[in-house]
């Protein structure tokens, strides 16, 4: 899976219906596709036949039995930026990418998910959300990676960095869709790997701002990897798809 121009049609449609105070700019949009087209060219020549190709697997919704309460949940006030934290409950441990996930995360239930063995790729998760709790939890495996969640349509959008090996997701309920509860969502998840063209910096504090690319100095403000055009430019920026299995799960209430 690279991007293709799907992905800024996505992005247009997107800044549209959030309003006018998220103008789109066409040169933006031009500067983007361009870096589009020079990110599939490269993932073609690197990741070129069969290999090329990104797994990504659904992990549809259990049915909890009696499993174990797990570790508290995480709260949905603070930064958008966090950083994971090791617990000693066994629910918190990072668990097997590629294995089942978690039934239930404290009193909620697991509604949903998916997976991938590709890095710096966007995989969208479609839920349907029973309330405003909404969690998601996305194991990793590269401890120097980024963990970008964001909401289809809204400004819900959280980036964490994966030291702990699995990080934990919630929304402000007044950044998420006004229908939330009322239809099917999407949640894309990012998973990217280590890598210096991202700094743990913010804009306000940089001498060399670019608020269109969220870049600070030339590289990539952790902070602004929430916006999905962001994201996008740093998946371009790395090349296309990179190694590294993943898994995310979505938790809401019964």
Not at 195 to 207: K, M, Q
Request: glycine share 8%.
């Amino acid at each position: 899976m690279t991007y293709t121009e799907e992905d800024l049609r996505e992005l247009l449609t997107e800044r549209t219906a959030l309003g006018p105070g998220r103008s789109v700019s066409i040169a933006m949009i031009r500067r983007r596709g361009r870096r589009v087209k020079a990110a599939r060219w490269a993932a073609g020549v690197a990741l070129a036949g069969a290999a090329a190709a990104v797994v990504v697997w659904a992990l549809p919704a259990t049915v909890p039995t009696n499993a174990p309460a797990p570790a508290a949940q995480p709260s949905a006030a603070g930064s958008t930026t966090t950083s994971a934290t090791t617990s000693a409950s066994a629910s918190r441990k990072p668990v097997d990418p590629r294995g089942p996930l978690p039934k239930t995360f404290g009193d909620l239930v697991n509604i949903g998910g998916a997976g991938s063995d590709r890095s710096a790729v966007s995989v969208p998760v479609t839920v349907e959300p029973t309330s405003h709790l909404t969690t998601v939890s996305v194991s990793c495996t590269d401890p120097g990676g980024w963990v970008v969640t964001q909401v289809k349509n809204s400004s819900a959008a959280k980036v964490t960095d994966c030291a702990g090996g699995r990080v934990e997701h919630r929304y402000a309920k007044s950044a998420l869709p006004p229908d939330w509860t009322s239809k099917p969502q999407i949640i894309r998840v990012w998973v990217f790997p280590a890598t210096s063209l991202v700094e743990r910096v913010s804009l306000a504090d940089c001498e060399v701002p670019d608020k269109v690319k969220g870049t600070c100095n030339g590289r990539f403000a952790v902070e602004e990897l929430t916006r999905f055009e962001v994201t996008i430019g740093l998946g371009a920026e790395l090349g296309g798809v990179q190694p590294g299995a993943w898994s995310a799960a979505v938790f809401d209430k019964r």
